[in-house]
T-cell receptor
Framework: AQSVSQHNHHVILSEAASLELGCNYSYGGTVNLFWYVQYPGQHLQLLLKYFSGDPLVKGIKGFEAEFIKSKFSFNLRKPSVQWSDTAEYFCAVTTDSWGKLQFGAGTQVVVTP | GAVVSQHPSWVICKSGTSVKIECRSLDFQATTMFWYRQFPKQSLMLMATSNEGSKATYEQGVEKDKFLINHASLTLSTLTVTSAHPEDSSFYIC?????????????FGEGSRLTVL
């Protein structure tokens, strides 16, 4: 069965530090990949997505992610985090054009001032 | 961007009662909506796919008689938790896939927190 694995459940870091969140999926076919963010008390928002083309995808708020097909990975990065990046981050995968998403367990990121 | 709204945002009910949660797409038509359930400190688990004008498709292990889904119009899907029990307490989230949105891009509601006493 298809699965999505996020490596870290909790990450704590200081402002201006670099962030990298790992995401691996287990599906050999064509996939569409997403990173969503959920700020405290708010709904899920799309950070970025990959369907095809350049494997380095840039999203909102300075985030980017790199799709490495050989590693079945889609890691999220941000060079310099801010306190406002405190949130929960979810990696998601779909093989379905209708957008039925399989989510990873999520990573809670806390950025300290 | 597109907006999806859920109501109520939180509800507390007694065991044995039924609770209805609404999911509305406010500025676009949603041919397909998805219902997810999120347990504390866990990921979102897809419960069912709701298609306008047809029966919902439930994921394995989800009781369709327990979680009734109705998608009567292009802007509204409802999830009814029937005869709720404490183990049904959870955070329920809907998402909508619109006619004009890109493939796979979904818009999420704020979520509805259900607590069953």
């Amino acid at each position: 069965a298809q699965s999505v694995s996020q490596h870290n459940h909790h990450v704590i870091l200081s402002e201006a530090a670099s962030l990298e969140l790992g995401c691996n999926y287990s599906y050999g076919g064509t996939v569409n990949l997403f990173w969503y963010v959920q700020y405290p008390g708010q709904h899920l928002q799309l950070l970025l997505k990959y369907f095809s083309g350049d494997p380095l995808v840039k999203g909102i708020k300075g985030f980017e992610a790199e799709f490495i097909k050989s590693k079945f990975s889609f890691n999220l990065r941000k060079p310099s985090v801010q306190w406002s990046d405190t949130a929960e981050y979810f990696c998601a995968v779909t093989t379905d054009s209708w957008g039925k998403l399989q989510f990873g367990a999520g990573t809670q990121v806390v950025v300290t001032p | 961007g597109a907006v999806v709204s859920q109501h109520p945002s939180w509800v507390i009910c007694k065991s044995g009662t039924s609770v209805k949660i609404e999911c509305r797409s406010l500025d676009f038509q949603a041919t397909t909506m998805f219902w997810y359930r999120q347990f504390p400190k866990q990921s979102l688990m897809l419960m069912a796919t709701s298609n306008e004008g047809s029966k919902a498709t439930y994921e394995q292990g989800v009781e369709k008689d327990k979680f009734l889904i109705n998608h009567a119009s292009l802007t509204l899907s409802t999830l009814t938790v029937t005869s709720a029990h404490p183990e049904d307490s959870s955070f329920y989230i809907c998402s909508a896939h619109g006619l004009a949105t890109n493939t796979g891009e979904l818009f999420f509601g704020e979520g509805s927190r259900l607590t069953v006493l």
